[in-house]
C-alpha cells in the first residue's frame, strides 16, 4: 500500500509566511539605521539572546568640556572659518587641512552638514581614538568594530543650512576650525550577527574611556552630547 503524505494546504503556508515578514518590517522599522540592524536585529528581539555584561567602568560622564574654556585655544590652533566649500578645498590644497576617509577603528558616515577635512593634528588624533579602541576591545567578541563620525570641518555656508534643521547650530563652534569631529555612541558597525543592548552599552563606555585617557593626557578636548547622542573631540 502506498504511503500517504499529508501535504499542508498552501494557504497556511503563505499566511505564515506573510505573517513573519509583516513582524520583521514592523521591528526592523523601530530599529536604529545602521549596517548591524534590520535582519539581525529581527531575529534578536524576536528569539533573544544572552546579554553579556562586560566589566567596563562608566566614562562618559567625565567628558564635561565647556566650550568657553577652550573655544580661544581651539580656533587659535586651527584655520580660520571658511565662507564655503571652495574656501576650505583650497586650504586642502595649501595642506591647512587633509581629507579623511575610512580608517582601522572608524567610518565616516555620509556627513550632510559638514566636510570631511581635518588638521594635521585633528587627522592624528582621530587616526589614535581609532587604533586605542580596536585595541581596548580586541579581547572581546566585539572585536574589529567600528564606531562612526557624525561631523567635521563646518563652513559658514553649510552652518547656515545646519540651523534651519538645528537650530542650536552655532556661529562659534570649533568645527570651524579643522580640529573637532564628533563621533556617534549609539551607531557602531560590529563583526557580530546579534548586537545586544549590553554590547552597544559596552562600546560606547569603552569608547569614552580612549578618549577621557586621551584627554587626561592633554590630547583633546571632550564632551558627552548627550541629546546629540555623541561625544564631540576637539585635538589641543
Known sequence: ???????????????????????????????????????????????????????????????????????ARSSAAGIKKCANKGELLKMAVRGEVRRVRDGRGYEIEDLSYSYPYLTKDGKALLKEIGRRFRKKISGTKLRGSDFRITSMTRTEEITRKLRSANSNASDNSPHYHGNAFDISYVRFSADKWF??????????????????????????????????????????
Open 195 to 236: 548586537v545586544t543592548d549590553c554590547d552597544k552599552y559596552y562600546l560606547k563606555e569603552a569608547l569614552a574611556e580612549v578618549i577621557w585617557k586621551l584627554r587626561e593626557e592633554k590630547k583633546c578636548w571632550a564632551t558627552y552630547e548627550i541629546n546629540q547622542g555623541c561625544f564631540h573631540v576637539v585635538a589641543r
Open 1 to 71: 500500500m502506498a504511503r500517504r503524505i499529508k501535504v499542508k494546504p498552501l494557504g497556511w503556508t503563505l499566511l505564515s509566511v506573510i505573517s513573519v515578514l509583516v513582524a520583521f518590517i514592523i521591528v526592523s522599522a523601530a530599529s536604529p539605521k545602521d549596517k548591524n540592524e534590520g535582519f539581525r536585529y529581527f531575529i534578536t528581539k524576536t528569539f533573544g539572546r544572552e546579554c553579556i555584561s562586560y566589566r567596563q567602568p562608566i566614562y562618559s560622564r567625565k567628558l564635561r568640556d565647556m566650550l568657553p574654556d577652550y573655544i
